[in-house]
């Protein structure tokens, strides 16, 4: 199977195994260590590889699921316990009480939909549990929509890549250009978003 940027992801993920994988998710969901993990492409690769009996599929989705749900909670309580912390500085241009201010009303208005669509956009998903915690979202709130994000993102992805193996001939023929659709079209809403902003800032 070729490569994608570089990357062999199917020699990652039966190197690393199912605990590696789950790992990297766990990393990607709350950590600032995964930010550049491909977290989309990683889990439907897995998916497929588990379909070519290379992988147990329930031992990964579990694994997966897990990873991202304890991941997202990991983020959650850097932001809420040390967020209020770090927003101290009125001037600051990162760190300040007005961003604090800011966050906690998004959460409020937001939430919900906010932690579910982020976990299919790279990056974001790493920093929304953060802002989650530093917005100060009700726990009880940001764990529903927590497990539902999780479940939907592991599911999605994993048993796309598992059926797409169990039911194309010759699947593999089709894992680079699909694997290669999928970091376009997570990559694509961020990448609109910041564009967006930046030509806000240009009209000034």
């Known amino acids: 199977m070729e ?63 897990v990873g991202a ?20 500085k009125e001037k600051s241009i990162f760190f300040n009480r007005e961003h604090l201010r800011r966050s906690q009303e998004f959460y409020e208005r937001h939430g919900g939909k906010t932690i579910v669509l982020a976990r299919f956009m790279p990056i974001i998903r790493t920093f929304a549990p953060i802002l989650a915690g530093v917005g100060q979202m009700r726990y009880p709130v940001f764990i529903f ?34 694997v290669a659709g999928i970091i376009v079209v997570s990559v694509s809403p961020t990448a609109i978003h910041f564009f967006r902003e930046w030509r806000k800032k240009r009209r000034g």
Do not use: H
Not at 38 to 53: E, H, I, K, V
Not at 148 to 165: K, P, R, S
């Open 3 to 65: 490569q994608i940027l570089g990357i062999d992801l199917p020699a990652i993920v039966q190197t690393v195994g199912l605990l590696g994988v789950g790992l990297m998710v766990f990393a990607e969901s709350g950590i600032f260590l995964g930010l550049f993990l491909p977290g989309d492409s990683l889990l439907f690769t897995a998916g497929f590889l588990a379909s070519q009996n290379l992988l147990n599929i329930k031992w990964l989705l579990l694994v997966c699921l």
């Open 145 to 178: 929509y927590n497990i539902l994000g999780g479940a939907l993102w592991v599911l999605t992805l994993g048993l796309g890549g598992y059926f797409l193996g169990r039911v194309v001939p010759d699947a593999d023929k089709y894992i680079l250009p699909i």
């Open 69 to 88: 749900w304890t991941g997202d909670n990991v983020g959650y309580a850097f932001g809420r316990r040390v967020g209020p912390k770090i927003f101290t």
